[in-house]
């Protein structure tokens, strides 16, 4: 049973670092429970409620624990009061205009365009910007009479306090507890990998490993680096002052934890390459799993001594080495930093919400007017054909499109958002009403269903809106259910008023204010080229090791941004798809990403680990019987001979813009190329960042050029673990 547990764990924490999903998932869960149930249990005993402080309580419960994301629990409880006033009074507001259906619609849209507008004002906007629609969007449905309001308002007052108090104390966040757990989960996946060589060493030549094992781990790698993003977000920022960080206020203990994290990943990531050709000797990989510091070197010291000259198993066991100093670092590094009384967190800025502003004043120049005109103007077309359609439930089609709209940044993105909806509500529906039949009078089992599918909606909603949706559409028909109002026709309209909305949404997006995912594209290369062209800049001024992390840091996000980008460019949606296309050039710019992240982390750290067999004088013989090559050489004219040749690279690709990814370029032979520990790992990132953008776009030749001769350095991430 032990085992079980401990495998369900595993794989929680596989797709799930530091259980965050989870946490928001039972959030959501326990505080729409708990609402019902402390309004059910005044009514049973005090007052009897309308169906809307039902309503509102369930809907902003959800909201409260989806779009609230201030960084104090003070900040947090700021914006759901503002959100519990905000409420009501559009609440009110929607049942005073109730005789005057005409002007509630008219003062619905604006309250629509008021909504998304205020997402330009940052996260509390936003979250505001969703009570006041959602609420507004009840109180227009149900029509609570004036004289109910202050029986409704007990609904989103409720909603408050447990949301509140079920982040305070049933599910609070505690940065120390997060950044333990996740640097756990860290160490989980390293030792996921270390298994994963020793299983699959059974060939003395690595390079015959079959293809599962490859895949099997490429997979572990990859989620090794979901961790360590996932630990890095949990270490408290450091202040900043003209978008600088400021070196002197900066806790050096927090510069340990993101520094011995970044190596720990570019270390594991080059055992795995070095593994691929140099069988690793199993009792290393297994004192590396469980034994001491003394029992890893003795393994190292006898396989060094077996290797003789080999290079490329003398290598491996250094990468081994490195690991398991790095590994140490890195809990001597966490268990200061927590320990620390004065390590309060400081907020770090978070991704901008699509449609942000950047101009001052209300234009059609303004990003945020023109996402609220278009999520306006949607929202008055699916109004116009669900009234159509249903007089009474004309509503579902404007909620379907406002919400394709949201965390959206192109048409095509859009798109892909409205056909999930779609999908999702179909099958949710069809799987609800036959739950719903199966059950029927089972109202314990019911409410037990509900709940676990509420659950399962919001921990899938990262991964999957089809998913998220499709869970919600079975809780609605099991609600139907519970209160005598399922049926089959009113399971069908609410298909077809989404579906109407979904397709209000798409039409405005594709012809209102058209944002081509191929210009965003090239706006999301460019910004990834100029946080590469600042990494580069920062280590050329020789600006701290921390700096020059944090730079590689922000190359991620913005490679993570890009790749989100440019993902509707391959969907199979289009009629012309080019996924081959677009993932050849990804997977170039994440392997230009991962070199730059290994230069950032030779400058910044010092060098790990020690031979295994050989001593200092030994180590300098090889470097210089190297062959003359000029990529060992550290001196500075290498170095800005090397910047300036990875500078040029990226203005070559940055003037492609969004066109790079729509280009087919011929597959490149694979080389049997590694990356050498033994190497000045600064030199070695910023040589391959130059090469590998090259392949996306070359550097123009002279004809009279000389040509040069092929390097024998490293090959290409996307060579080794693609």
Not at 140 to 168: E, I, N
Not at 211 to 232: F, G, N, P, Q
Not at 328 to 350: F, H, I, M, N, Q
Request: proline share 5%.
């Amino acid at each position: 049973m032990m085992v079980d547990i401990s495998s369900l764990r595993d794989r929680l924490l596989a797709n799930d670092p530091a259980f965050s999903r989870l946490r928001t998932g039972l959030r959501v869960t326990l505080s729409v429970c708990l609402s019902v149930a402390l309004l059910a249990a005044l009514q049973g005993f005090w007052l009897p409620l309308p169906k809307a402080a039902y309503a509102l309580a369930i809907t902003l419960s959800i909201q409260s624990g989806l779009s609230v994301k201030d960084t104090t629990l003070h900040d947090q409880f700021v914006t759901r009061l503002l959100g519990c006033g905000l409420c009501v009074a559009v609440v009110g507001l929607a049942a005073l205009l109730e005789g005057t259906r005409l002007v509630s619609d008219l003062v619905f849209l604006v309250l629509i365009f008021a909504a998304t507008y205020a997402r330009r004002f940052g996260p509390r906007g936003f979250a505001l910007g969703m009570f006041a629609f959602m609420s507004y969007f009840i109180g227009a449905y149900l029509r609570p009479a004036l004289p109910d309001l202050p029986a409704t308002a007990l609904g989103p007052l409720t909603a408050l306090l447990v949301g509140q108090g079920v982040r305070r104390f049933v599910l609070a966040e505690d940065w120390r507890l997060d950044l333990v757990r996740s640097v756990a989960a860290v160490e989980t996946r390293i030792d996921r990998i270390l298994a994963q060589l020793s299983s699959a060493r059974g060939a003395n030549d690595a390079r015959m490993w079959p293809a599962t094992d490859r895949s099997k781990t490429d997979r572990h790698v990859e989620r090794l680096k979901d961790a360590v993003l996932m630990a890095e977000s949990f270490v408290p920022a450091r202040p900043e002052t003209d978008g600088r960080h400021d070196a002197e206020r900066d806790d050096p203990r927090r510069s340990a934890v993101t520094i011995a994290l970044f190596e720990a990943h570019v270390v594991a990531e080059s055992l795995v390459m070095l593994s691929r050709q140099a069988a690793l000797p199993a009792p290393l990989i297994a004192a590396l799993q469980k034994g001491s510091r003394e029992a890893v070197e003795r393994h190292a010291r006898r396989a060094g001594h077996s290797a003789g000259e080999d290079p490329d198993r003398l290598e491996a066991i250094d990468a081994c080495l490195s690991l398991d100093a790095v590994r140490r670092r890195l809990a001597g590094a966490v268990s200061e930093l927590v320990s620390a009384p004065d390590g309060a967190p400081t907020a770090k800025p978070g991704p901008a919400e699509p449609g942000a502003a950047t101009t001052s004043g209300i234009s059609l120049d303004d990003p945020a007017v023109r996402r609220a005109i278009q999520i306006t103007l949607a929202s008055a077309i699916a109004m116009v054909f669900g009234l159509m359609l249903s007089r009474e439930r004309w509503f579902w089609a404007v909620l379907s499109a406002f919400l394709v709209f949201t965390n959206t940044r192109s048409r095509g993105d859009t798109a892909m958002r409205a056909v999930q909806r779609s999908i999702g509500t179909f099958f949710g529906i069809t799987v609800g009403l036959v739950a719903a039949s199966l059950l029927q009078t089972m109202t314990s089992v019911i409410l037990g269903l509900a709940a676990v599918c509420v659950f399962l909606a919001f921990y899938l909603l990262a991964v999957s809106y089809a998913a998220m949706t499709f869970f919600v559409s079975i809780v609605l028909a099991l609600v139907y259910s519970l209160i005598g109002s399922l049926t089959l026709n009113v399971l069908v309209l609410r298909l077809e008023e989404t579906v109407i909305g979904s397709l209000a949404g798409l039409a405005v997006a594709f012809l209102v204010f058209p944002s081509r995912t191929d210009a965003l594209a090239g706006e999301a290369l460019r910004h990834w080229c100029t946080a590469l062209r600042r990494l580069l800049h920062d280590a050329a001024e020789g600006r701290s090791g921390f700096d020059l992390i944090h730079g590689s840091q922000v190359l991620e996000q913005a490679y993570a941004e890009l790749a989100s980008v440019v993902r509707p460019l391959g969907s199979p949606w289009q009629l012309v798809t080019r996924p081959g296309v677009v993932r050849q050039t990804l997977m170039t710019l994440m392997t230009a990403t991962y070199w730059a992240r290994t230069f950032a982390g030779g400058l910044a750290a010092a060098p790990v680990g020690k031979l295994s067999s050989r001593d200092e004088a030994s180590r300098e013989e090889d470097k210089s019987a190297e062959d003359g090559r000029e990529a060992c050489d550290p001196s500075e004219d290498r170095m800005a001979f090397l910047v300036a040749e990875a500078l040029a690279a990226v203005d070559r690709i940055e003037a492609r813009g969004g066109s790079l990814f729509l280009t087919k370029r011929p597959s490149l032979p694979r080389k049997r190329r590694h990356f050498r520990l033994s190497r000045p790992s600064s030199l070695v990132g910023l040589e391959m960042i130059a090469q590998t953008l090259s392949r996306l776009e070359p550097a123009p030749q002279a004809e009279d050029a000389p040509q040069t001769p092929p390097r024998d350095g490293p090959g290409t991430h996307q060579e080794s673990l693609a």
